[in-house]
């Protein structure tokens, strides 16, 4: 089983309130990752966990918290975000240093 | 550091005609290069990688990709395409990791369009 989901499947939420994205993965996978995905572009990093501890921050607002409460699971806690922050949030799972990722359906979020 | 390239932003081609989309990469170690997929609305699907060995690379679909270090390529071909192809097209790289994670660079995609 190669799969990683992801809810919500889509997400409006205005620049104040709070929310938060949810990843599951059962592959015994110790890397997760989080990808922000604008339309007609590639993704792009924006954190990476490793053995459930935070092993990159590619210079994220703080408006984006991450956290991974266990090996399977890794959330995204959304706080006073802004309209350009709307995009295809996507979240990866690895095995480890060999790079092959396996992407979940993403989280469609759209900040009004 | 290391980079991807996809010189085509966008190819058409009609329904069971052959199809190659390009891509070169740029890094001074040795590198994992992989293929993926994005449908429309969905995330991405791994299409097929190369990690050593052969470099004529099968994947998922009736694609397939070849390995050229002398010219830094891995350009991804399908013999004859189906309708149900059309879709973004990324090529990757991983550098040579020996930590637990990984961090791919991607490039800029090529949009892959069939029609009848």
Same mark, same amino acid.
């Given at each position: 089983?190669?799969?990683?989901?992801?809810?919500?499947?889509?997400?409006?939420?205005?620049m104040t309130n709070k929310k938060s994205l949810?990843?599951?993965?059962?592959?015994?996978?110790?890397?997760?990752?989080?990808?922000?995905?604008?339309?007609k572009k590639p993704p792009e990093l924006m954190?990476?966990?490793?053995?459930?501890?935070?092993?990159?921050?590619?210079?994220?607002?703080?408006?984006?918290?991450?956290?991974?409460?266990?090996?399977?699971?890794?959330?995204?806690?959304?706080?006073?975000?802004?309209?350009?922050?709307?995009?295809?949030?996507?979240?990866?799972?690895?095995?480890?240093?060999?790079?092959?990722?396996?992407?979940?359906?993403?989280?469609?979020?759209?900040?009004? | 550091?290391?980079?991807?390239?996809?010189?085509?932003?966008?190819?058409?081609?009609?329904?069971?005609?052959?199809?190659?989309?390009?891509?070169?990469?740029?890094?001074?170690?040795?590198?994992?290069? %992989?293929?993926? *997929?994005?449908?429309?609305?969905? +995330?991405?699907?791994?299409? @097929?990688?190369?990690?050593? &060995?052969?470099? !004529?690379?099968?994947?998922?679909?009736?694609?397939?990709?070849?390995?050229?270090?002398?010219?830094?390529?891995?350009?991804?071909?399908?013999?004859?395409?189906?309708?149900?192809?059309?879709?973004?097209? %990324?090529?990757? *790289?991983?550098?040579?990791?020996? +930590?637990?994670?990984?961090? @791919?660079?991607?490039?800029? &995609?090529?949009? !892959?369009?069939?029609?009848?």
């Amino acid at each position: 089983d190669t799969e990683v989901t992801q809810t919500p499947k889509h997400l409006v939420m205005g620049m104040t309130n709070k929310k938060s994205l949810k990843c599951e993965q059962h592959m015994g996978h110790r890397a997760m990752y989080w990808y922000k995905q604008k339309a007609k572009k590639p993704p792009e990093l924006m954190f990476v966990y490793s053995y459930e501890k935070l092993s990159i921050n590619e210079s994220v607002p703080s408006r984006f918290s991450p956290e991974c409460p266990n090996s399977s699971l890794l959330n995204l806690h959304l706080h006073a975000l802004q309209p350009e922050d709307s995009a295809l949030y996507l979240c990866a799972s690895s095995q480890g240093g060999l790079g092959e990722q396996y992407f979940g359906p993403g989280t469609r979020l759209t900040v009004t | 550091a290391q980079s991807v390239t996809q010189l085509d932003s966008q190819v058409p081609v009609f329904e069971e005609a052959p199809v190659e989309l390009r891509c070169n990469y740029s890094s001074s170690v040795s590198v994992y290069l %992989f293929w993926y *997929v994005q449908y429309p609305n969905q +995330g991405l699907q791994l299409l @097929l990688k190369y990690l050593s &060995g052969s470099t !004529l690379v099968k994947g998922i679909n009736g694609f397939e990709a070849e390995f050229n270090k002398s010219q830094t390529s891995f350009h991804l071909r399908k013999p004859s395409v189906h309708i149900s192809d059309t879709a973004e097209y %990324f090529c990757a *790289v991983s550098q040579d990791q020996t +930590g637990t994670a990984s961090k @791919l660079t991607f490039g800029t &995609g090529t949009r !892959l369009q069939v029609t009848l």
